[in-house]
Nanobody, 125 residues
Framework: QVQLVESGGGLVQAGGSLRLSCAAS????????MGWFRQAPGKEREFVAA????????YYGDSVKGRFTISRDNAKNTVYLQMNSLKPEDTAVYYCAAEAVFGPAVGDPSEYDSWGQGTQVTVSS
């Protein structure tokens, strides 16, 4: 199973930026997608973005398109989430997830086998 460690969360004012990192170890390469999800108090886990390790293809949730960018560094086994133009509604715990198939269901959290511990992002108004 893949082990995932997130970092980079924190407190930022609306309009600001943060970059999250997710370092992966123990990759099996059998399933190619890495993803970011978020969960705010009292709400369901929401898909944010996903990327293919091999092709670099990306996919975004509607609420973050044009503001967030997912990228990967294969040499470091690390995936990043650059978050710009942050809004108070982006406040949530952000989770990194691994070992999914990069396809039509990449936004479904049940498709992922491994999860990080989460990192808190708080956007003040």
């Amino acid at each position: 199973q893949v082990q995932l460690v997130e970092s980079g969360g924190g407190l930022v004012q609306a309009g600001g930026s943060l970059r999250l990192s997710c370092a992966a170890s123990g990759r099996t390469f059998s399933r190619n997608a890495m993803g970011w999800f978020r969960q705010a108090p009292g709400k369901e886990r929401e898909f944010v973005a996903a990327i293919s390790w091999s092709s670099g293809s990306t996919y975004y949730g509607d609420s973050v398109k044009g503001r967030f960018t997912i990228s990967r560094d294969n040499a470091k086994n690390t995936v990043y989430l650059q978050m710009n133009s942050l809004k108070p509604e982006d406040t949530a715990v952000y989770y990194c997830a691994a070992e999914a198939v990069f396809g039509p269901a990449v936004g479904d959290p049940s498709e992922y086998d491994s999860w990080g511990q989460g990192t808190q992002v708080t956007v003040s108004s």
